[in-house]
C-alpha cells in the first residue's frame, strides 16, 4: 500500500537589512551594576549581527571578560565570552545576535564608557528542510528587491533548534559572492539553508525556497 503524498512546500521571506550601527544597542555607557544597560536589543531586520564594543577611553580592558547574552536569527538563546577592547578600538563577537539582551564584565570597568552596536554583515534564520522528500528537491531563490548586496547561500547538516552544538554552516559554490538575484537547486538533503550577507547597501532581499514533495 502506497502512503499518502504530501505537497510541495513553499517559504517566501524578504528581508531589509539594517546597516551597520556601532551604538545601535547603546551609546557611550558606562559600567553599572555588573554590566551595562542597553537601549535596543535588535537590529530590527529580523536577521543575526556580529555584536561590536568600542572602547571610548585609553584604558585597556582586554584582560576582561564580556559576556553577551541574547538569540540567534532562529529565536535560539546564545551566550559568548569575548574580551574587552584595548584602548580606543573595537572588538567584535564570534556570533551572531539577532536580540542582545545584556551585556556583563566580570571586573568593573570603572567611569570608562563603550558604544555597543553590530556590523552590517548579517545572517537570516535558517530555513528548515525535509530530508524525507524522495528524491529530494529544493529551488531556493533571492531576488534583490532594492539597494546593493553581496551575499552567499549556506547549508547545514545540523539541528538548527538548539545551541548544544553550534551550526557547521557551508558555502553553496554554485550561489557564493553573488551580487544580483539568483536562484539554484539542491538534489543532495542538508537540514537547512540561510543567506549570508557580506555586506550591502539599503539592500532588501526576497528569499524563498520551495520544496518537493514526499511519500
Not at 17 to 22: I, N
Not at 46 to 73: E, R, W
Not at 113 to 120: S, Y
Not at 192 to 204: C, E, K, P, Q, Y
Amino acid at each position: 500500500m502506497t502512503s499518502p503524498k504530501h505537497g510541495s512546500t513553499k517559504i517566501t521571506t524578504e528581508y531589509t537589512f539594517a546597516a551597520a550601527d556601532a551604538a545601535g544597542y547603546a551609546d557611550d555607557i558606562a559600567y553599572d551594576a555588573g554590566g551595562y544597560a542597553l537601549t535596543a536589543t535588535t537590529a530590527g531586520d529580523a536577521c543575526a549581527h556580529p555584536v561590536t564594543i568600542l572602547g571610548n577611553a585609553a584604558t585597556n580592558h582586554s584582560g576582561k571578560t564580556f559576556t553577551l547574552v541574547g538569540t540567534d536569527a532562529n529565536d535560539v538563546a546564545i551566550t559568548e565570552g569575548m574580551a574587552g577592547p584595548n584602548g580606543v578600538a573595537t572588538v567584535t563577537s564570534t556570533k551572531r545576535y539577532k536580540t542582545l539582551t545584556s551585556v556583563t564584565v566580570d571586573s568593573t570597568t570603572g567611569a570608562d564608557t563603550f558604544d555597543i552596536g553590530w556590523t552590517a554583515l548579517a545572517s537570516t534564520a535558517w530555513v528548515p528542510l525535509d530530508i524525507l522528500q524522495v528524491p529530494f528537491a529544493v529551488g531556493i531563490g533571492a531576488v534583490l528587491v532594492s539597494g546593493s548586496a553581496n551575499y552567499d547561500l549556506e547549508h547545514t547538516y545540523d539541528e538548527i533548534d538548539t545551541n548544544v552544538t553550534a551550526q557547521v554552516a557551508y558555502n553553496n559554490a554554485t550561489m557564493a559572492g553573488k551580487t544580483a538575484s539568483f536562484d539554484v537547486g539542491l538534489s543532495y538533503p542538508v537540514k537547512a539553508v540561510r543567506l549570508d550577507i557580506n555586506s550591502h547597501t539599503s539592500g532588501v532581499m526576497r528569499f524563498t525556497v520551495l520544496q518537493g514533495a514526499h511519500y
